[in-house]
């Protein structure tokens, strides 16, 4: 399907997957925070009642709420991760660019992107800004390409360093979709491939290479993907054989293309095993990031195309580019909803699980008290009927005593008158 221009919608993307769980998650959630108000109010109340006595749940409650309040934050933070990686020049920053419809990252010959970029999605602010790792809460304003190019040239950056660059989520579709993008430095200019992995790769969903055209795939690109997937348990990896624009006039294109993707998937399939050789043919895509940029570009302004800048035979690698686009949606959608949301519900679960087992307890303890209290009142009740039986037999007795008391008076008086 084709995106509809800059920042509009393409109806059935995939990416709508995220959102959707998301959502029904964060629905689910609140549902779970409303019920824990409802068990809280009740067990106050029967705790006031006195059913309950001598047991405390508040600070156990308190923890459940503590607990989803917590769940809730780190879902509405929840996004989908790509990283690209691949040699100096390649084109990732372009990539990036055309995926994005809009020149957002710098670009350009020789070794361009310095440090990582992380592109995001910004709130409420429409004015893009720069987040940096030493002063994470100051916003620097960016206008232009140039302007951020200029920012990042002048500050002193190592490679593994973070700039984070905030764009009004409204003006690109995957930014809004929650989708965030991290740029790289070419993956050969720097030993630092180990602290790489644990910054940037753990919580990634999807891997792009790009790769050469030109080229095959280099040891160093290889011997990093082994390094990730010794970290994690069958990443999802992309590769992109970037500026295929450039093999137009070359003799034997569709060998060469044969060879590449041949040597791609026994990179994907046969070395690392990420993959299987039927999905293995999505995983790898024949581009021209530049093309693909520059027709968007003009497609979004509604301004012709350059004669130009467009190769023969860009039609194929522009819809090369969507097909990748689109099995990359569907992959990170899926893959993010699994990793990230699969740990939450299970926190719901032992949250509403804690739940369930603390309200049984308190019917369990109502009813032994109820029982308790029962048994008090019989007890006493009985204690009354003894003392009522006491009572009357002693009433018997008195009244008998009374009566021979009486009688004897009674004798006593009429001798003592016969004597008379
Ligand atoms: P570093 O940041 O230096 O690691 O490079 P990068 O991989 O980000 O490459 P970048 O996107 O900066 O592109 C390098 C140069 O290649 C730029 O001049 C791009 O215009 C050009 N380029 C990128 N993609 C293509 C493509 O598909 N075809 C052609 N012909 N040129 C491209
Ligand atoms: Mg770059």
Not at 146 to 168: D, F, G, M, T, Y
Not at 190 to 207: G, H, N, Q, S
Not at 276 to 295: I, N, P, T, W
Request: with cysteine.
């Amino acid at each position: 399907q084709r995106s509809l221009g800059n920042g509009r919608q393409s109806p059935s993307s995939p990416l709508k997957l995220f959102g959707q769980a998301k959502k029904t998650a964060n629905e689910i959630f609140r549902h779970i925070a409303d019920y824990i108000v409802d068990v809280d109010s009740f067990v106050q109340e029967i705790c006031q009642v006195g059913y309950i006595e001598g047991i405390d749940f508040q600070d156990t409650i308190k923890g459940f709420k503590d607990k989803v309040t917590g769940i809730m934050e780190v879902l509405g933070r929840d996004h989908m991760k790509v990283v690209f990686f691949g040699r100096t020049s390649n084109g990732k920053s372009t990539v990036i660019n055309a995926m994005l419809r809009e020149k957002i990252l710098p670009s350009g010959i020789g070794h361009t992107t310095n440090c990582f970029l992380q592109v995001e999605g910004g709130t409420d602010s429409q004015e893009a800004f720069l987040l940096t790792e030493d002063q994470p809460d100051e916003q620097k304003s960016i206008q232009s390409i140039k302007q951020l190019a200029h920012a990042l040239s002048s500050v002193k950056l190592e490679s593994n360093s973070l700039i984070r660059i905030v764009w009004p989520k409204e003006k690109c579709r995957l930014l809004k979709e929650d989708v965030v993008f991290v740029d790289s430095p070419g993956i050969d200019v720097t030993p630092d491939l180990d602290v790489w992995i644990d910054k940037f790769c753990l919580d990634a969903d999807v891997f792009v290479l790009v790769s050469n055209a030109e080229s095959t795939l280099m040891q160093t690109e290889k011997n990093f993907f082994h390094k990730v997937n010794e970290r994690l348990s069958k990443p999802n990896l992309f590769i992109l054989q970037n500026r295929w624009d450039t093999s137009v006039y070359e003799e034997d294109v569709e060998a060469v293309k044969q060879q590449h993707l041949e040597r791609n998937l026994e990179f994907l399939v046969d070395e690392l095993g990420v993959t299987d050789s039927k999905e293995g043919y999505e995983r790898v895509f024949f581009v021209s990031a530049r093309e693909a940029l520059v027709s968007r570009l003009n497609q979004d302004k509604g301004t012709p195309t350059p004669t130009g800048t467009l190769q023969e035979g860009f039609q194929a690698r522009l819809f090369e580019f969507a097909n990748f686009e689109r099995k990359f949606e569907e992959c990170i959608s899926k893959s993010a909803v699994k990793t990230k949301f699969e740990q939450h519900t299970q926190r719901g679960k032992k949250v509403t699980g804690d739940l369930k087992a603390l309200m049984d307890k308190t019917f369990t303890l109502c009813l032994e008290q109820l029982r308790n209290k029962e048994w008090e009142r019989q007890e006493k009740a009985d204690e009354l009927d003894y003392k009522q039986k006491q009572l009357s037999l002693l009433t018997v007795e008195v009244k008998d005593k009374i009566k021979s008391m009486v009688e004897d008076v009674e004798r006593k008086v009429s001798s003592a008158l016969n004597e008379e």
